[in-house]
């Protein structure tokens, strides 16, 4: 069958909010004397805003009361979405609005797979929302990532079967749910981070419309495979 489902992880591979999200984080976190370095930041990725703060009070070996956990989690929404709030439609990352485009016209099924609750706003800020024909983010979602149900769901709203899904994905924790999920997973990213899967590119900008075609025919599958 010439039609896949093409699901796109936000933060990180269509825009760039992961860096605001590590602004806010570590904003948060050196408010309670805890500090944490890019590198362990790559956990944060992908992983929901509770695991996010139960990551870093394990960090810094620090326990709350519910509530603290609850007005933490608040706090740091509020600075991301001051972020946020700033953000255009230049702020898409480089080419994805030519990989969509391409998929549109070849027929394809394209969905979101994010784990963030505000994926439908931030969409909208930057002019993509009517792109996808489907949305599964966080609030639709009762496991994280490595969990696969996001991009399960994904599937199921496009009229899928999850082999016949392509995911692409900048964190090691959304890989590795792709992988769970059976689908062809696509690091967008550092290839010593994203080794897990399947093809890896730096951006979309290396990804030749070839690429996509062939994946479209089927000529292109599963295999851990490294194109960089
Ligand atoms: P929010 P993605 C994820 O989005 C981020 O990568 C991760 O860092 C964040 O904790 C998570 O969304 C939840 O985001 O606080 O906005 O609900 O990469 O899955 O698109
Ligand atoms: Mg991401």
């Not at 899967?197 to 062939?214: G, L, N, P, V, W």
């Amino acid at each position: 069958m010439n039609k896949k489902g093409f699901i796109f992880d936000l933060d990180g591979v269509v825009v760039d909010t992961a860096k605001y999200h590590f602004l806010a984080w570590r904003q948060l976190a050196n408010s309670l004397g805890i500090d944490f370095t890019e590198e362990e930041n790559e956990q944060l990725k992908g992983v929901s805003r509770v695991r996010s703060l139960e990551k870093i009070l394990e960090w810094g070996n620090k326990t709350l009361s519910q509530d603290e956990f609850t007005s933490l989690m608040a706090t740091k929404n509020e600075e991301y979405l001051s972020h946020i709030n700033k953000m255009d439609a230049n702020e898409v990352l480089p080419d994805v609005l030519k990989v969509l485009n391409f998929l549109e016209e070849r027929q394809q099924g394209i969905s979101l797979g994010s784990a963030s609750k505000n994926a439908r706003p931030i969409l909208e800020r930057v002019e993509l929302l009517n792109k996808f024909h489907a949305i599964v983010d966080g609030n639709d979602v009762s496991e994280a990532k490595p969990n696969p149900e996001v991009f399960l769901k994904g599937a199921e709203l496009l009229d899928m079967e999850p082999h016949n899904c392509v995911v692409f994905e900048d964190s090691v924790a959304g890989v590795q749910a792709a992988n769970r999920a059976n689908m062809i997973s696509i690091g967008i990213g550092e290839k010593h981070v994203l080794h897990e899967a399947d093809y890896i590119f730096k951006d979309f900008t290396e990804m030749s419309t070839q690429f996509i075609d062939e994946i479209i025919s089927g000529k292109i599958s599963k295999v851990n495979q490294i194109i960089q």
